[in-house]
Every structure is written in C-alpha cells, then in structure tokens.
T-cell receptor, first 113, second 113 residues
Framework: GENVEQHPSTLSVQEGDSAVIKCTYS??????FPWYKQELGKGPQLIID?????GEKKDQRIAVTLNKTAKHFSLHITETQPEDSAVYFC????????????FGRGTSLIVHP | NAGVTQTPKFRVLKTGQSMTLLCAQD?????MYWYRQDPGMGLRLIHY???????AKGEVPDGYNVSRLKKQNFLLGLESAAPSQTSVYFC????????????FGPGTRLTVL
C-alpha cells in the first residue's frame, strides 16, 4: 500500500520567515495530494490540495509543489504569522471513488512572535 | 449548517466497558470515515462507508464495529474497550462526486483505564 513520509516533525520559525514541510510517497498511482491544518483541540481542515497534472498551486501565502518523478510534494508558507502555528498533515491518495488517503505523521509548526 | 458533529467530546471508560461514538453530518455526503489519532502516528483509518447501509474496514479495524443505518449518521462501537484504544477519534465525510475534500469533525477524546 501507499506510504507517506513527512519531515520535519517539528519546525520552529520566527514571525515573517518562510516555512517548508516536505512529504514523499511510494505509490506512483497516487494523484491527489491534500494538506490539512489542525489547530489545538480541533479536527484537521483542508488548506490546499494539488492533483498530479499540476506542478504548483498557490493560495495567498501558501503554496504546494509536486514532483511526480521524484514522488515528493511540499508545502510552503511565506510571511509566517503566529496564527499559522498548528500541526500540518500531508496526504496522498488516488482521487475519486472511496478516496482512502494515507496521511503523513504531521509537522508541528511553531511561529514565534 | 453544522457540518460534521461528534458526540461525545470526551469519555473515560474502564477496561471491558462498551460505548458508541456518534458522527453526524448535514451536508448530504455519501462517504464517511472514522480515524484514530495517536501522538506521532498521524491519522489512521478504522472503518469507512461509501453510502447508506455500507461499511468497509480500514487500516486498523480490530476491536471496532460500525454501522451506517442512516445516510447522515456513522456510528463507531467499542464492544470491550482496551487501554490500547485510548486515542482521539475523528469522523470525516466527503461528497459522492469527484470532489475529494474531506470534512472533519471536532474529535472525541477517549481514555480507557
């Protein structure tokens, strides 16, 4: 089955810096890669996603890049703010159908004011 | 529109006791999922459903049962709770079309003594 590795497990940055979280996957058939943000005491919430026919996608301060050849994708957050502090999860799946994603183990992002 | 709700929010059980966790969604979604989240382990799929009256096993189904008698509800049962089932449980739902976004509930924190 699919295996998703996520790094780093903890990331500490100063407000205004950029943050990058990286994930690798094993199943070349995977074609849908969402990123979730989980704030303390809440459920994960989708923040951005990318499909395998696209190399990069941006939404204001966040962006995701995908390298299908190398089987890795990354989340980029620019101009970080304290409210960006949360746990971020990547996932990979074959989109559509019953959609069973495999999640990474999460990255705890801490943004210091 | 409440989205995905979970009942209860917290619960403490003794080993061997049983309980049912309720997940409800008001978005008319076809697919529903139960996950458990343990420190450093990401989200692991317990069971899922692709429509009313259907259920299927996920990655870690042992010790759990589920039912989806109504489209809007997905119940997770523990017949004889064990300390290894101490975890935070999340329910998620997803539309039945090509949209791949999962919507998560706020979680249930379960402790088994």
């Amino acid at each position: 089955g699919e295996n998703v590795e996520q790094h780093p497990s903890t990331l500490s940055v100063q407000e205004g810096d950029s943050a990058v979280i990286k994930c690798t996957y094993s199943d070349s058939a995977s074609n849908y890669f969402p990123w979730y943000k989980q704030e303390l005491g809440k459920g994960p919430q989708l923040i951005i996603d990318i499909r395998s026919n696209v190399g990069e996608k941006k939404d204001q301060r966040i962006a995701v890049t995908l390298n299908k050849t190398a089987k890795h994708f990354s989340l980029h957050i620019t101009e970080t703010q304290p409210e960006d502090s949360a746990v971020y999860f990547c996932a990979a799946s074959i989109g559509g159908g019953s959609y069973i994603p495999t999640f990474g183990r999460g990255t705890s992002l801490i943004v210091h004011p | 529109n409440a989205g995905v709700t979970q009942t209860p929010k917290f619960r403490v059980l003794k080993t061997g006791q049983s309980m049912t966790l309720l997940c409800a969604q008001d978005m008319n979604h076809e697919y529903m999922y139960w996950y458990r989240q343990d420190p450093g382990m990401g989200l692991r799929l317990i069971h899922y459903s692709v429509g009313e009256g259907t259920t299927a096993k996920g990655e870690v189904p042992d010790g759990y049962n589920v039912s989806r008698l109504k489209k809007q509800n997905f119940l997770l049962g523990l017949e004889s709770a064990a300390p290894s089932q101490t975890s935070v449980y999340f329910c998620a739902s997803r539309p039945g079309g090509p949209t791949d976004t999962q919507y998560f509930g706020p979680g249930t924190r379960l402790t088994v003594l």
